[in-house]
């Protein structure tokens, strides 16, 4: 109704008003008075051109299509609903692998203390380790079934690979002190049940295998099965996730009692500020006697471009499933080549 109003204005000036000079160009005031001060008769006035020319430009603006604008949902989306818009994106095509869990590339790891004592008997026993080694992750998914519950229940697989390697250690030929293998498979559920104004984004319920890859005495592996609830509140994140170990035989156990050390499941919570986005995990086997645990923390933050820097500071059992049973003290410094929000 606005344009037809501004329209059928302009027609009744035109019609009213002496034919004494039309402006082709109205996209401006600047243009419009320009021309018709070339075009117009003696006889009008400059405030008659200028009123000319507003309706000149006034009609012309309203012909043009509104720019584009990003919907306020979007200015309010939480970074876990940024995150999975994007993967829904890219879970279309067939050329592209969705980021699982965070990725990233730390060229200089420290290690206060490495666990030398792991490789006794082996033939590595006389090795001495680096305490400067590079660490990194390669975490990718990909959605084999969709909406299997009323549009709601995605089938997942992931695969994480998380490597350290004794690349300056040219003494013992650089080799990877240790590579973890993780193939998981779960269900997700986004849901948006709301408790005191914390939403809870997303359920997963899966099954997770981690291994080394190695055999004995080096070879390290189990089984566990896991349910996640991810809650989000404006740029804040947590993700709680409880296991329970599929029982191995004695004989077949090549880590026992591992949950002693890495406890029955971890704590995730994360916080993007800006381009910034600061991260904890914490882990804990929740005894008073012979309390294990583990902690890391991270920082990503804005290079150049897409690229982004990382540090990270771990403290406890478990960064490796080698060394699962001994304490590790690292701080590392990189990039972080996909974020987790």
Same mark, same amino acid.
């Given at each position: 109704m606005k344009k037809k109003r501004i329209w059928f204005t302009l027609v009744v000036v035109l019609t009213l008003l002496p034919h004494v000079g039309i402006a082709e160009d109205c996209s401006t005031m600047t243009a419009c008075m320009a021309e018709m001060l070339e075009t117009a008769s003696d006889s009008m006035t400059v405030g008659e051109i200028k009123q000319r020319c507003r309706d000149c430009v006034t009609a012309y603006q309203a012909k043009q299509p509104l720019p584009e604008?990003?919907?306020?949902?979007?200015?309010?989306?939480?970074?876990? @609903?940024?995150?999975?818009? !994007?993967?829904?994106?890219?879970?279309? @095509?067939?050329?592209?692998?969705t980021p699982h869990r965070a990725n990233y590339l730390l060229p200089m790891a =420290?290690?206060? $203390?490495?666990?030398?004592?792991?490789?006794?008997?082996?033939?590595?026993?006389?090795?001495?380790? @680096?305490?400067?080694?590079?660490?990194?992750?390669?975490? %990718?998914?990909?959605q084999l079934l969709e909406d299997l519950f009323k549009n709601n229940g995605d089938l997942y697989f992931g695969y994480t690979n998380l490597s350290y390697w004794q690349a300056y250690n040219s003494d013992y030929s650089s080799p990877f002190r240790d590579t973890n293998h993780e193939p998981e498979l779960w269900l997700q559920f986004d849901t948006d049940w709301e408790f005191w104004g914390i939403k809870t984004?997303?359920?997963?319920?899966?099954?997770?295998?981690? $291994?080394?890859?190695?055999?004995?005495?080096?070879?390290? $592996?189990?089984?566990? +099965? =896991?349910?996640?609830?991810? /809650?989000?509140?404006?740029?804040?994140? +947590?993700s709680l996730k409880p296991w329970?170990? %599929?029982?191995?035989?004695?004989?077949? @156990?090549?880590?026992?009692?591992? !949950?002693?050390? +890495?406890?029955?499941?971890?704590?995730?919570?994360?916080?993007?500020?800006?381009?910034?986005? /600061? $991260?904890?995990? /914490?882990?804990?086997?929740l005894k008073s006697s012979g309390n294990k645990g583990a902690v890391e923390l991270g920082w990503s933050f804005p290079l150049y471009k897409k690229l982004k820097g990382y540090v990270q500071y771990f403290n406890g059992y478990g960064q490796s499933i080698l060394d699962y049973d001994d304490a590790a003290n690292t701080i590392a410094v990189g990039f972080a080549l996909s974020d987790i929000m």
């Open positions: 604008r990003e919907p306020e949902t979007l200015k309010t989306m939480s970074p876990i @609903d940024t995150r999975l818009q !994007e993967e829904k994106k890219t879970g279309q @095509d067939w050329f592209v692998l =420290y290690n206060s $203390s490495p666990n030398e004592g792991v490789y006794e008997g082996t033939s590595l026993e006389d090795a001495e380790l @680096d305490n400067i080694e590079i660490k990194f992750q390669l975490s %990718i998914k990909y984004r997303l359920i997963q319920l899966g099954a997770w295998h981690q $291994s080394n890859g190695r055999g004995e005495p080096l070879s390290r $592996s189990w089984n566990r +099965l =896991y349910a996640n609830f991810i /809650f989000s509140k404006g740029n804040f994140a +947590l329970w170990r %599929i029982p191995e035989d004695d004989e077949d @156990d090549d880590n026992p009692h591992i !949950e002693r050390y +890495l406890g029955y499941g971890e704590l995730r919570a994360a916080y993007a500020w800006r381009h910034h986005t /600061f $991260s904890l995990m /914490f882990r804990n086997n």
